[in-house]
């Protein structure tokens, strides 16, 4: 090998190898712990985020993740780097979707994540870009009271374009009558969870989360 070459070689090896160290090296600071214990029974800071992620990636109007897309950890307050974030996603691989539905299949949805309360749920949904009112005690698939998307109630005929893990747009865990496979938006993006989460990261050098504010469960207000 001639000795350009030699160098040619160490200087392609070198960017190799910060690339590598460089595949987890963005880091942003959260300011609460991102907690993945409560994904399964009720709002959670790691889905907030995850949801968040998801939401943006694709620039939805709103996002679903199912809790069994969550490990039960929490992160804690301060550095949060793209491989602490990787790891707290049981199927990190998994590509997400964007596809466009109408309202009345989110509210749907939406009834569905919160039918098997108080039992806990990996179908329980964790939700971006909505605020949703609930009551457990009412019979399930009547315990949403209220849905709010951005700033206005949730319109049963609008068509909303809708983040989610595919497995679920392909009716995962029971919501095989929610989601008659509906089809990509055309000309979408399908990063994985992981790459959603790691380009949240990358984006963000703060992120505040204000727990439960998205899923409101009326009970706990008495």
Known sequence: MSRVSTIAALLLSAVLALSAVGTYAASCKVTIPLDGRTARMGESTLGDFVADAARAALDADVALIQAGQLRGDILPVGELDEECMQMALLYPGEPLML??????????????????????????????????????????????????VGAEPLNPTRTYSVAMPSSLAKGAMGYSRVFQNPKPKPGSASPSLSEAAAQYV???????????????????GK
């Open 99 to 148: 596809t466009q539905i109408p309202g009345s299949k989110v509210l749907e949805a939406l009834e569905r994540g919160l039918s098997a309360l108080p039992q806990p749920n990996p179908g329980f949904l964790q939700i971006s870009g909505m605020t949703v009112i609930y009551r457990p005690s009412d019979a399930a698939g009547r315990r949403v009271v209220s849905v709010t």
């Open 202 to 220: 990358r984006t963000h050098r703060t992120v505040s989360i204000t727990p439960g504010q998205r899923l409101q469960d009326l009970s706990k």
